[in-house]
């Protein structure tokens, strides 16, 4: 534990690093997934299972915390940690990219973004300042500044207004975050699949001397190849000293090319939201359980790992469970995938401090290739 | 553990009896809750934690399995236990009921029932020696006799004309099934609400000499007096060394004033589906978790009880997953329903065991009278 909120890398291997986040709720091992605790739940999991694979951290959505239960609620019952019964460290958004593709008749201006409630149509307001109050509310330790994401494919023009907007904006959160010790607020990039605009938008961050950089905006349907080129432009202008985080990525492939090009933290719905939808994880690959050929199949997902669910429940069982809509079924795919994205973390930071990520790397994609794990029954490698 | 199924009487209390059914995959201690695996999960839980909790024995329902997977698809996987993990002793219903509540154009003759599934609108048909080896290709530790349960209130002749077919299918189903060590088979008592013909029903099954009998054709919408009325008037015709399984029932209030009339086993999906719908079961009686007066209430649901999901997480965070409907809520509240169940059951067996039944009873009715724990907020007295 730590009173102040430090970062330290511990090796490095190529690009990626390996290191910790220390802050008084706790270690954040990195490179980190944190899986995503979209309502002040990982949804289809008890906190003390997340904890147990692995996550040093969740992340937490202040568009859906605002809307219901409501930021001040959260604060008198004494924050989101004791809410939700996780007293590790919690990471928020800003709600800005949740205002974006959730609420309905969203209104920008130059001083923030005024929305209508996905849920019952209400009225709110975002403002870079309203954003850290309420994720302050929330307690959370780690808070993110409010930005402007806009969709890819789009105009240079738009790019750069967005980029500018979320710069100005950086500023107004560093002011209204202030000094607190042990916690942070993270800036983030922006610029689309610009290059230039990218580096410019890191370089003014890193003039604010925030704790640590995201870099926002991607994962949003471009290609990999524009994803991982954007990391590499940026990558070289952010300080080695401050943690880095991809925002909502990704599929282990995306993760895996992002921690070789030194990305130190991600988050991502995937492996929830799959787990939900009848698809698993594995070091096989990607499997699909509503499909027929597994009716029959007697073998676990993945008798590797570590997880009950994914060692002591047949793949027959699992599938009768995803075709009947069974609540237990998305309980045991939602365990099995996050223990798969625990896992391949672990892997990533052991093979970091052992100089081998490259044979970690080739390893993993191999199994990936070779389908689920030894039939040719997975979709493919690892891919979303 | 023991090569046969046996039933064994420790101690009485009044008409009420603890005891023990002794078969090769273990012990159900009675009087027994048997939380129900429709579709071979109890719903929203692990396994490991429905035995945790103390269930000796799950039911699982013949309608539902027979259509998805399968029997002999189960069968081929290595029966009901293997595949869903419950490694204990199960109970499946015949199919009959859900036949009757669920299916589509059903057409009965005296051989049996034909009907359409609900799931896909294929034709299966049911008869006494059919429902027996579904039963047995599940693998099912005690089966049930393939009966006609028909809606009360309902005509004398229609009631006496369903109990008539039932002992008659009572006898095809024990010579389906034939004899089977360290299993068993029950016959169920039929006859509505009509104490004459639940006694004769009693009487001919009891000549069949079966190892158990199920009361079955309550819990269908009648007052509880009545429901309680044909308990007093079987329980007098049953061996007192053979254990008596009330089908379907029931709220908490039921189960004890059953238990203080002789009954030995029961099953019903109230505590789970209450779960599912935000109703918690408390000593306190049954809170609904969807009304605004939890909305920051910090207590726990139930801080006397055992289970985590009782002690440790705030009513108002509760409130919070029930209305944004996420899983966990149900994860949660399914969690502490069978807890509560279960905790009630054992609270009677020792109360049996130690001559005080009549305490107990009266001290569980002043708790839910009392309301929610210790400010009036329960909806009263444990009625579902």
Redesign the interface.
């Given at each position: 534990m730590s009173e102040e909120f430090t970062f330290s890398v511990a090796a490095t291997d190529g690009a990626a690093r390996s290191g910790e986040i220390r802050m008084p709720r706790g270690v954040i091992r990195t490179p980190a997934f944190m899986p995503v605790g979209t309502?002040?739940?990982v949804?289809?999991?008890?906190p003390d299972q997340v904890k147990a694979l692995g996550a040093d951290v969740v992340l937490g959505n202040t568009y859906h915390l605002m809307l219901?239960?409501g930021a001040e609620?959260v604060a008198?019952?004494?924050g989101l940690h004791r809410?939700?019964?996780w007293p590790y460290p919690i990471l928020t958004d800003s709600g800005g990219f949740q205002v974006m593709s959730l609420s309905d008749l969203r209104k920008m201006d130059a001083d923030g973004v005024t929305f209508r409630s996905h849920i019952d149509g209400s009225t709110h307001r975002l403002t870079p300042e309203r954003s850290i109050e309420i994720q302050g509310l929330l307690g959370s330790d780690i808070q993110m500044q409010l930005d402007e994401c806009v969709k890819l494919p789009n105009t240079e023009e738009a790019v750069e207004k967005a980029m500018r907007l979320s710069l100005a904006w950086a500023e107004r959160c560093k002011v209204a975050f202030g000094d607190q010790p042990g916690k942070a607020m993270f800036g983030i990039v922006q610029g689309g699949a610009s290059e230039r605009l990218r580096v410019e938008s890191a370089r003014a961050l890193v003039d604010l001397d925030l704790k640590g950089y995201a870099i926002g905006g991607l994962a949003v349907g471009e290609p990999q190849d524009v994803m991982l080129a954007m990391i590499e432009a940026v990558e070289p202008h952010l300080p080695a000293e401050k943690p880095r985080y991809l925002m909502g990525v990704g599929t282990p492939d995306d993760i895996v090319e992002a921690v070789r090009r030194g990305v130190d933290m991600f988050d991502c719905v995937m492996p929830t939201r799959a787990g939900?939808h009848g698809m698993a994880y594995t070091h096989g690959g990607r499997l699909n359980l509503k499909n027929a050929r597994y009716?029959?199949d007697?073998r676990p997902l993945d008798p590797t790992m570590k997880c009950e669910a994914s060692t002591?429940?047949?793949r027959?069982?699992l599938h009768?469970?995803v075709?009947?809509g069974?609540?237990?079924g998305?309980?045991l795919l939602t365990w099995n995938n996050l223990s798969y994205y625990q896992e391949l973390m672990a892997g990533l930071r052991k093979a970091i401090r052992e100089g081998r990520l490259e044979d970690f790397v080739a390893q993993t994609k191999e199994g990936w290739a070779r389908g689920a794990m030894d039939d040719g029954a997975g979709e493919g490698a690892g891919e979303g």
């Amino acid at each position: 534990m730590s009173e102040e909120f430090t970062f330290s890398v511990a090796a490095t291997d190529g690009a990626a690093r390996s290191g910790e986040i220390r802050m008084p709720r706790g270690v954040i091992r990195t490179p980190a997934f944190m899986p995503v605790g979209t309502a002040a739940t990982v949804k289809a999991m008890y906190p003390d299972q997340v904890k147990a694979l692995g996550a040093d951290v969740v992340l937490g959505n202040t568009y859906h915390l605002m809307l219901r239960p409501g930021a001040e609620r959260v604060a008198r019952l004494g924050g989101l940690h004791r809410f939700m019964n996780w007293p590790y460290p919690i990471l928020t958004d800003s709600g800005g990219f949740q205002v974006m593709s959730l609420s309905d008749l969203r209104k920008m201006d130059a001083d923030g973004v005024t929305f209508r409630s996905h849920i019952d149509g209400s009225t709110h307001r975002l403002t870079p300042e309203r954003s850290i109050e309420i994720q302050g509310l929330l307690g959370s330790d780690i808070q993110m500044q409010l930005d402007e994401c806009v969709k890819l494919p789009n105009t240079e023009e738009a790019v750069e207004k967005a980029m500018r907007l979320s710069l100005a904006w950086a500023e107004r959160c560093k002011v209204a975050f202030g000094d607190q010790p042990g916690k942070a607020m993270f800036g983030i990039v922006q610029g689309g699949a610009s290059e230039r605009l990218r580096v410019e938008s890191a370089r003014a961050l890193v003039d604010l001397d925030l704790k640590g950089y995201a870099i926002g905006g991607l994962a949003v349907g471009e290609p990999q190849d524009v994803m991982l080129a954007m990391i590499e432009a940026v990558e070289p202008h952010l300080p080695a000293e401050k943690p880095r985080y991809l925002m909502g990525v990704g599929t282990p492939d995306d993760i895996v090319e992002a921690v070789r090009r030194g990305v130190d933290m991600f988050d991502c719905v995937m492996p929830t939201r799959a787990g939900r939808h009848g698809m698993a994880y594995t070091h096989g690959g990607r499997l699909n359980l509503k499909n027929a050929r597994y009716a029959e199949d007697t073998r676990p997902l993945d008798p590797t790992m570590k997880c009950e669910a994914s060692t002591t429940y047949s793949r027959a069982y699992l599938h009768h469970l995803v075709r009947a809509g069974e609540i237990l079924g998305m309980m045991l795919l939602t365990w099995n995938n996050l223990s798969y994205y625990q896992e391949l973390m672990a892997g990533l930071r052991k093979a970091i401090r052992e100089g081998r990520l490259e044979d970690f790397v080739a390893q993993t994609k191999e199994g990936w290739a070779r389908g689920a794990m030894d039939d040719g029954a997975g979709e493919g490698a690892g891919e979303g």
